[in-house]
């Protein structure tokens, strides 16, 4: 069971997290920003919680593996990471471009960027790559784990059905996959352009197991990363995160508009101003 002072540093976390992503899209002109806030509790979860990583030695062998599938919201891992200790924020900051010319472009490269597990930017490769990362732990005798987010507009990817089947078949619990279930894609609603209800079925029915989580219950996630079985366990498992797309911001909740968007002084100022609120209501309950 999650304890309160990891849910409060969590949570810590996310506050800065969501701060720096609005002052990143501000500065930058222009993120992956709703799918970077719906995915804040998933990611600081991961980062400040469950990965046995060491950023000082981004190579060790033993390390668990993350592969971030829905490569557009590379801010989202580059803020994580910078978290974790990686890599110095400011120069995130001072050198993020929408392009390949620095470490931090707009898709995550490895090859720029040797510390990050994997490149990824083209949907539905990352669970593939993550599947294989935990066949070569398997003949290799690890016992790491391989981490893999996906935005749920992205498993419509026949690829993604394909590792399903693989991790299943080849008796992967190594894997641990997260769907970023925030119910659209680039510029709509999933059950609109390609349904996935009853989307748990279809994980389970693939020999998956399946846990359901509010995305952005600190809680929730802390505890299904607890509940995960040992890494040498035969059986996949997949969270289903239910998420909102621009979580935290009035105005970029659920609007395809925000998909990719650059923000004005006025906006981030009003983006701030909300997700400084809402910190201090939950907070405030919190310590009550
Ligand atoms: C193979 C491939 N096709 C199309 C795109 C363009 N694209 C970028 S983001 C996106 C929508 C992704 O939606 P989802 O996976 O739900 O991500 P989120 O909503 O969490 O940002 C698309 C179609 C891509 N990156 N890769």
């Given at each position: 069971m999650a304890d309160s002072a990891t849910v409060d540093r969590l949570l810590d976390r996310v506050y800065e997290y969501r701060k720096d992503l609005l002052k990143l899209c501000h500065r930058v002109g222009g993120l992956h920003i709703g799918g970077d806030l719906s995915c804040a509790e998933v990611m600081i979860t991961l980062f400040q919680y469950a990965l046995h990583v060491r950023p000082e030695d981004p190579?060790?062998?033993?390390r668990d593996r993350f592969v971030?599938?829905?490569?557009?919201c590379s801010a989202a891992l580059y803020l994580s990471m910078a978290q974790r200790g990686y890599f110095d924020k400011q120069e995130l900051f001072d050198t993020y471009k929408?392009?390949?010319?620095?470490?931090?472009?707009n898709h995550p490269c490895k090859a720029a960027l040797?510390?990050?597990?994997s490149s990824s930017g083209?949907?539905?490769?990352g669970l593939p790559i993550a599947v294989g990362m935990a066949a070569a732990a398997r003949i290799d005798g690890k016992s790491h784990r391989v981490y893999c987010v996906m935005g749920d507009g992205e498993i419509s990817e026949g690829s993604v059905w394909e590792a399903a089947l693989a991790a299943a078949g080849f008796r992967l619990g190594n894997v641990v996959a997260v769907v970023d279930?925030?119910?659209?894609?680039l510029d709509g609603f999933t059950e609109e352009i390609?349904?996935?209800?009853p989307v748990e079925d279809k994980w389970r029915s693939f020999g998956w197991r399946v846990v359901t989580v509010d995305g952005h219950d600190l809680k929730q996630l802390v505890d299904a990363i607890d509940a995960l079985?040992?890494?040498?366990?035969p059986t996949p498992t997949v969270i289903v995160a239910n998420t909102v797309k621009g979580k935290g911001v009035s105005f970029m909740e659920?609007?395809?508009?925000?998909h990719h968007i650059a923000i004005d002084e006025e906006q981030l100022r009003q983006a701030l101003a909300e997700v400084d609120a809402a910190y201090r209501r939950q907070k405030g309950g919190r310590t009550a």
């Open positions: 190579n060790w062998e033993d971030l599938s829905k490569g557009h929408n392009g390949y010319e620095t470490r931090f472009g040797p510390c990050l597990d083209s949907l539905g490769h279930r925030n119910r659209m894609g390609m349904p996935l209800d079985p040992p890494a040498e366990d659920n609007n395809p508009i925000y």
